[in-house]
């Protein structure tokens, strides 16, 4: 299995770190993990078709990890996809699609649908709200696993999820504050993309405890439950908060051994 980091970076526009989203490669497939600032720019700087990319997931609707997602459905139709996108988010996200899809696009899509370039079915989409507390998806070659995470939760519901493949395991998760059933969804897991957005004296004194997590806490916790490599994104790219200084958090509690602050367009296997 492999990861492609797409984009290390949050709301900011920063050209060095784009927003949140990634691919794990496995059973032949090119899965997407949120679609945040630019991700089907960096698909194509990673050599992915994006007319091949047919299963997409959604951690949760904050506009950073969804926004370039109209532009990748459309024009991965347009440029080729000839099957419905396979789409699985939290509780919003059917309404989340169609409100683009059926609303706001619907004219264009209209425009186009019967012009024999393009496919009758790529413009179409199958979309899975996850309701449940945890959930297993299984697939040809591998398997989902999916569970609720706690990120301003009371307001938007928020997936985490752990792809398993030939005894491996990678787990992606979007943003989140330390719970326990992420925790549990990360144990002993070979690879963990995990959100870094400020240090750790910042998201104690401002107020950004009930988004995210402080750096030390991942790292105490992530050793705890045996994760192997540990890549750290979602950098809120702003003064004040150095990546060099939340690396060096999260290592106090880690070690050195298997942690990665992540790059756009790094690739790993696991
Ligand atoms: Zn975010
Ligand atoms: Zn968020």
């Known amino acids: 299995m492999k990861l492609i980091l797409l984009g290390s970076g949050a709301v900011r526009p920063d050209l060095d770190h784009w927003g949140p989203a990634q691919v794990v490669q496995v059973g032949g497939e090119n899965l997407l993990f949120d679609c945040g600032r630019g991700a089907t720019m960096r698909l194509v700087q990673a050599g992915i078709p994006i007319q091949q990319l047919k299963r997409l997931f959604f951690t949760h609707h904050h506009f950073d990890h969804n926004c370039d997602f109209a532009y990748l459905f459309l024009s991965s139709w347009v440029l080729g996809?000839?099957?419905?996108?396979?789409?699985?988010?939290p509780r919003g996200t059917q309404a989340f699609c169609d409100a683009l899809l059926k609303s706001a696009y619907r004219d264009d899509i209209d425009t186009r649908r019967f012009h024999p370039m393009y496919s009758a079915h790529g413009c179409k989409y199958n979309v899975r709200d996850v309701l449940e507390d945890e959930l297993t998806l299984e697939y040809e070659g591998f398997r989902i696993r999916m569970v609720h995470v706690l990120h301003k939760s009371h307001i938007l519901d928020n997936l985490a999820y752990r792809i398993e493949a030939d005894g491996k395991s990678i787990v992606i998760v979007g943003d989140t504050t330390m719970c326990q059933s992420l925790m549990n969804l990360a144990e002993g897991a070979d690879l963990m993309v995990h959100e870094c957005t400020f240090p750790t004296a910042r998201i104690r004194s401002a107020k950004w405890e009930s988004f995210h997590t402080a750096p030390r806490d991942?790292?105490?916790?992530?050793?705890?439950?045996?994760?192997k490599v540990l890549v750290l994104k979602h950098y809120a790219i702003q003064p004040g908060v150095e990546i060099e200084t939340m690396f060096d958090e999260v290592k106090a509690e880690f070690g050195d051994q298997g942690l990665i602050a992540g790059h756009d367009l790094m690739t790993l296997e696991v």
């Open 81 to 89: 996809r000839d099957v419905p996108m396979e789409i699985v988010g």
């Open 218 to 227: 991942l790292g105490k916790w992530a050793k705890a439950r045996g994760v």
